[in-house]
């Protein structure tokens, strides 16, 4: 419900578009220079650095696995006292209480309100 509308013809250009035109955009050619780097004499594929530099060959150091002293007295049936006697409560769903509706309504009503037959829709004019 937009109420700007344009009034009379519309050509579609405004005169700044027209004025600020943008230059062309044309691509700068790639300038490639010419190399000079060239490898002089034989080349193996193996530097002084490469061959000077072994790697050494690690072995895995085996973990040290002190003792502990931590020792069971006695016999262990696999459950504690404290497991047995703080036992959770059954798993039930609550029921959910619903409350009765206390809005009635009172009296006769048509479907128009003061306000719909007060303020109701009118045709609007565009001043000239």
Same mark, same amino acid.
């Given at each position: ?8 013809? *519309?050509?579609? #250009? &405004?005169?700044?578009?027209?004025? *600020?035109?943008?230059? /062309? ?5 790639? %300038?490639?220079?010419?190399? =000079? ?10 530097? &002084? ?8 060959? +690690?072995?895995?150091?085996?973990? !040290?696995?002190? !003792?502990?002293?931590?020792? =069971?007295?006695? /016999?262990? +049936?696999? #459950? @504690?006292?404290? %497991?047995? @006697? *703080?036992? +959770? ?7 959910? %209480?619903?409350?009765? /509706? ?6 006769? *009503?048509?479907?128009?309100? @003061? @306000? ?6 009118? /045709?609007?004019?565009? !001043?000239?």
């Amino acid at each position: 419900a937009d109420n700007l509308r344009p009034e009379g013809d *519309f050509g579609g #250009v &405004t005169t700044s578009a027209s004025t *600020f035109v943008g230059p /062309d955009g044309e691509r700068v050619g790639l %300038a490639r220079r010419p190399d =000079n780097l060239r490898s002089e004499g034989d080349f193996g594929g193996v530097t &002084t650095t490469a061959s000077a530099y072994v790697p050494a060959g +690690g072995e895995r150091a085996t973990p !040290a696995r002190r !003792a502990d002293n931590l020792r =069971n007295e006695g /016999d262990f +049936g696999g #459950v @504690t006292t404290s %497991a047995s @006697t *703080f036992v +959770g409560p059954d798993a039930e769903r609550v029921r959910l %209480a619903r409350r009765p /509706d206390n809005l009635r309504a009172e009296g006769e *009503f048509g479907g128009v309100t @003061t @306000t719909a037959t007060t303020y109701g829709a009118k /045709d609007g004019e565009r !001043a000239s």
